[in-house]
């Protein structure tokens, strides 16, 4: 991946729509390795219409996935320009929204992180966790009254 052009032919700009379809489309599910359907094939969920797909697709046909792919290559020097920060807190009060379909919700030890006092550690202004069930990376737009609503309780505190 480090080598520019090799992840950019994995990613194609004649690929795009099938490939916007897997990334908003996708989800953590016990079925998710295998056996499902191609994006293409899938009916889209009712918060994502065809327009939108078609909109990021033609945007990544024009310019291609070199944009996103650089944020992932560039991590370790991300690592190194963040390193004074390594160890602040947030302090302002927060409260955290993620879908329980969400995959980076489902990486390893994430969940211990979050609900077992890591999270809270190094984000001391945590009001609460919120899980959505039914939604995914795109939780905001997947599940937006419900979401508004969990923001809209958080702020009316202050």
Not at 59 to 72: C, D, K, L, S, V
Not at 95 to 105: H, P
Request: proline share 7%; with cysteine.
């Amino acid at each position: 991946m480090q080598e520019p052009g090799v992840a950019e032919k994995e990613f194609s700009p004649a690929n795009a729509r099938y490939l916007m379809k897997q990334i908003l489309c996708n989800r953590f599910t016990s079925s998710a390795v295998g056996g499902e359907k191609p994006a293409d094939e899938e009916p889209l969920p009712p918060w994502l219409t065809e327009e939108d797909v078609g909109h990021f697709a033609s945007e990544f046909e024009r310019t291609g996935f070199t944009g996103p792919i650089n944020y992932y290559r560039n991590m370790d020097r991300n690592w190194e320009l963040a390193a004074p920060w390594a160890d602040a807190k947030v302090e302002v009060p927060t409260r955290f929204i993620v879908g329980d379909g969400d995959l980076t919700y489902h990486y390893s030890g994430i969940q211990d992180y979050i609900h077992k006092g890591g999270f809270q550690a190094d984000v001391p202004g945590l009001d609460s966790v919120v899980v959505i069930p039914g939604a995914g990376h795109f939780v905001q737009q997947e599940k937006a009254d419900e979401v508004s609503q969990h923001i809209y309780d958080f702020i009316s505190k202050f």
